[in-house]
């Protein structure tokens, strides 16, 4: 009986393994987590969940029994120490199983500050787990001290939680402006002054020089400009890496991640990856995606190819951000935009449309479904935007997906 091991628990891989039984494969199925938890959502664990809205439970991608009723091994709190492709096995330690093809769903890694800087201090967080989130929470409560690295939008995410809890947060952002690599000043300026009317202070063009502390505590940031600032706890939103040290081990090519060709196979015809950690061709190039759609959508065309589809994976980019009550949603990718045409609505809803030259590349949408929707099915189709419909807040914009 054919075996498949999918080796990371998140998204991607409880898609992968789902997919899998759904389509017929009636072989055996091993799913891989070096976390104790069930496969669960990242998204909410920096919102709702840390805002206490969200329940353990209904993080959960699926309840255990799924597992066990679709004939599922789900080992969990498990760490794989090597893979031997020429084999066809993997090393749990002194135990050894083998596969007939495996999948990588291994996801991402958030980059932490050095120790050298202070970043082993207590009170020192990511945001990437479940245990992150959990050990953080007890720090957010009002009155408490807020600093948080990076201005990206897991940073801003972080404040947003932390200004809710009645937090004193103060954001640095090393570069000109906050969210200076994902979008357009217009979407920076926007966000700036919603966090700055919550009562956030944002420093950009400011890094972070050191932490101190006290009995191993951090207390205070000292910035690169000199200043400093007391804290009781730091959030550390500085990006996150592809998880790719399983692949080295195998011996699979990397680029930008583990790279895969259009069907979400390796260099390795037995070994395939899906999610936050592969890289795929896109566009007469190759792009690597950190987000839920792709690492769903992704992951169930891996599992049809597993079984012999030989279908490409076409990406469709979209993305989504929860600050305060404003949804930001982002149809497409602005790699190239030379210019943005703002669609303005009313209080809160406001979008900005990327474009190259007059070819519309992507959109930001906030509190405004509609420009979202119209926008993403525009780019997913090839289309363009006339820019002086889209400048024309009056202007209906559904007549632009039949022009």
Same mark, same amino acid.
């Given at each position: 009986m054919s075996h498949i091991i999918v080796i990371g628990a998140g998204q991607a891989g409880s898609s992968l393994v789902a997919k899998l039984r759904k389509d017929g494969f009636d072989g055996e199925i091993t799913l891989i987590g070096a976390e104790? %938890?069930?496969p669960y959502q990242r998204p909410p664990l920096s919102k709702a969940y840390l805002l206490g809205e969200m @329940? !353990? @439970?209904? !993080?959960? $991608?699926?309840? @255990?029994?799924f597992y066990a009723d679709n004939n599922i091994t789900l080992r969990l709190g498990t760490v794989v120490t090597a893979i031997d492709a020429g084999a066809k096995t993997l090393s749990l330690g002194d135990e050894v199983i083998a596969y007939d093809q495996l999948a990588? %769903? %291994?996801?991402?890694? +958030?980059?932490?500050l050095p120790a050298a800087i202070g970043g082993d201090l207590d009170g020192v967080f990511v945001v990437r787990s479940l245990g992150d989130v959990d050990a953080m929470a007890p720090h957010v409560v009002a009155?408490?001290?807020? $600093? *948080? =690295?990076?201005?990206? &939008? *897991?940073?801003?995410?972080?404040a947003a939680v932390c200004a809710k809890r009645g937090v004193d947060v103060t954001l640095v952002e090393m570069g000109d402006r906050i969210l200076q690599r994902v979008a357009a +000043? @217009? %979407?920076?300026? &926007?966000?700036r002054a919603l966090h700055q009317e919550h009562g956030v202070t944002i420093l950009e063009g400011t890094g972070l020089d050191r932490l101190e502390g006290e009995a191993g505590q951090v207390t205070r940031a000292v910035l690169s400009d000199g200043a400093s600032v007391e804290v009781d706890f730091v =959030?550390?939103?500085v990006g996150i890496t592809p998880s790719t040290q399983l692949a080295a081990l195998a011996g699979l090519e990397l680029e930008n991640g583990i790279k895969t060709d259009a069907q979400g196979r390796t260099s390795d015809p037995s070994i395939w990856s899906a999610g936050d950690c592969a890289s795929f061709p896109y566009k007469g190039g190759r792009i690597r995606l950190e987000s839920v759609p792709n690492a769903i959508d992704q992951a169930e065309v891996v599992?049809?190819?597993?079984m012999g589809a030989g279908k490409d994976y076409v990406a469709t980019p979209w993305f989504w951000s929860d600050q305060y009550d404003v949804k930001l949603q982002i149809a497409g990718l602005n790699t190239g935009f030379d210019n943005v045409v703002t669609r303005a609505g009313d209080g809160r809803s406001t979008s900005f449309w990327y474009y190259k030259g007059d070819q519309l590349v992507a959109v930001d949408a906030m509190n405004d479904p509609r420009a979202y929707m119209?926008?993403?099915? !525009?780019?997913d189709m090839g289309k363009t935007a006339d820019k002086l419909v889209v400048a024309d807040a009056t202007a209906d914009l559904k007549p632009l997906l039949k022009a």
């Open positions: 104790n %938890t069930l @329940e !353990l @439970e209904r !993080l959960f $991608l699926r309840p @255990e029994s990588l %769903t %291994t996801g991402s890694d +958030p980059r932490h009155g408490k001290r807020a $600093l *948080i =690295v990076g201005g990206g &939008y *897991i940073g801003l995410e972080a +000043p @217009e %979407t920076s300026d &926007y966000f =959030v550390v939103g599992a049809q190819n597993m119209v926008g993403k099915r !525009l780019i």
